[in-house]
């Protein structure tokens, strides 16, 4: 900076000490000022790109999972930390990652040991392992500290931990549309009569985050058959194959011609190859184990919250204690289109769908297209059938999901949902 300083001020003494003279004498002295102050800034830019480099060079990442590569979720997370380091330069060895870890106090081991090997950002992926990255934080206050699908960053006073999430309520709602129209296409086929629309879904916990989810699928779903109707089993764990393919099974025996899930294996799409019903899947395309049955997944790019992060922490810059985005920022998508399973049209109906959801004119929770006990959601509120906790999310006319905070806090069963928890 004093270098360009000095250039910038003899250049512009030269430029007085021409102007005092005549004629054309000025224009040469002007130019050598330009360029002298365009030299600078050049210098000042490599200058400043040398030393992200060679921040990039020293930063280490750790990653705590809560699964392998064989497992949905965590396959979508890997897939946003390869992204992460392809857009920054990251090489392989400056990201430690451990995964199968359980949410229990192996998390908080493995949080410590990856700030003993110089971690600068920790991120952990399941719910579970908030409160273990929280006591880690709490003892390494130069680390950052990144927990998915959790909501405690704000409350807990600690500048280093940090909450995120994405919108994929919105691409639940996508692949319900989806959904409905696979089911449409049954019913003007007469495979199924309109009363007979309903669908199956395998969750893993009564959590808010599930029910957000399988709520805004749902409400994809009735958009385009307003008469369909959803069961909701849960398996109690975020990923069993077996107990996935066996209440995916129990749904299709209990009426159910259409499967979705919040549920991470591939449990459920091979149970409905088998029966021949068409599914929704969950973060990875089904088609390997339903090449027939399974419509599209609601899935999650965890690349843009990587990369930012990463990249603040690189900068020695904050970022959001609670972040959370969807569409609009590509953080959220469908998987493609399985077009041996898919009805007619519904390439176009996406493109429309995706293309109101990113410019504000389509709400998923639109208080006007679902009801709670006969009542809507405002009324609900108003009568103390819902708790007035609620209230501070709605406006509008919709219920604004992980505005407030990055975590999902839609949690009520809306009528047409049927929960089974045991």
């Not at 006591?135 to 006073?157: C, I, K, L, N």
């Not at 749904?251 to 259409?258: E, F, K, Q, S, Y």
């Not at 949690?411 to 049927?418: K, P």
Request: with cysteine; charged share 20%.
């Amino acid at each position: 900076m004093k270098k360009k300083l000095v250039a910038l001020l003899t250049a512009t003494a030269m430029s007085v000490m021409a102007l005092t003279g005549c004629g054309d004498a000025a224009a040469e002295p002007a130019a050598q000022a330009t360029e002298a102050a365009e030299a600078a800034a050049e210098t000042e830019a490599a200058q400043t790109e040398a030393a992200q480099t060679e921040a990039a060079s020293d930063i280490k990442v750790g990653v705590i999972y809560i699964g392998d590569e064989n497992e949905g979720y965590t396959a979508a997370h890997m897939a946003g930390i390869e992204a992460m380091k392809a857009a920054l330069g990251l090489s392989d060895d400056q990201v430690i990652a451990k995964t199968n870890i359980g949410e229990d106090e192996n998390c908080y081991d493995a949080a410590v040991d990856l700030a003993d090997q110089g971690c600068k950002i920790v991120f952990a992926n399941s719910f579970g392992h908030e409160d273990y990255l929280l006591r880690a934080a709490a003892e390494y206050p130069d680390v950052q500290f990144a927990h998915a699908t959790g909501y405690q960053a704000t409350s807990s006073g600690l500048s280093n931990m940090h909450n995120y999430f994405t919108a994929v309520y919105e691409s639940r709602y996508v692949s319900g549309v989806v959904a409905g129209l696979k089911l449409n296409e049954m019913i003007e086929s007469g495979k199924i009569t309109a009363d007979a629309a309903k669908v199956g879904y395998v969750g893993a916990y009564p959590y808010a985050e599930v029910i957000s989810g399988f709520t805004s699928f749902f409400l994809g779903v009735r958009s385009i058959v307003p008469t369909a109707t959803m069961e909701v089993q849960y398996t109690s764990s975020w990923a069993d194959m077996t107990a996935e393919n066996e209440v995916a099974t129990a749904l299709i025996a209990d009426g159910c011609v259409l499967i979705s899930q919040h549920a991470d294996t591939t449990g459920a799409p091979t149970a409905c190859e088998a029966a021949g019903v068409p599914c929704v899947g969950y973060n990875v395309d089904m088609t390997s184990v339903a090449p027939t049955c399974a419509l599209t997944s609601a899935s999650i790019n965890w690349g843009p919250y990587y990369t930012y992060a990463v990249q603040s922490v690189m900068n020695g810059e904050s970022f959001d204690t609670d972040w959370c985005r969807g569409y609009e920022e590509d953080a959220d998508k469908i998987t493609p289109l399985n077009d041996a399973a898919i009805a007619e049209g519904t390439a176009e109906k996406v493109a429309e769908v995706e293309a109101a959801i990113k410019d504000g004119s389509l709400h998923v929770f639109d208080t006007t297209t679902f009801t709670v006990a006969g009542k809507s959601l405002e009324d609900a509120i108003a009568d103390g059938t819902v708790d007035a906790s609620y209230a501070s999310y709605v406006s509008d006319g919709y219920f604004h999901e992980s505005e407030l905070a990055s975590a999902p806090a839609f949690a009520l069963i809306i009528d047409g949902i049927t929960e089974l928890t045991e």
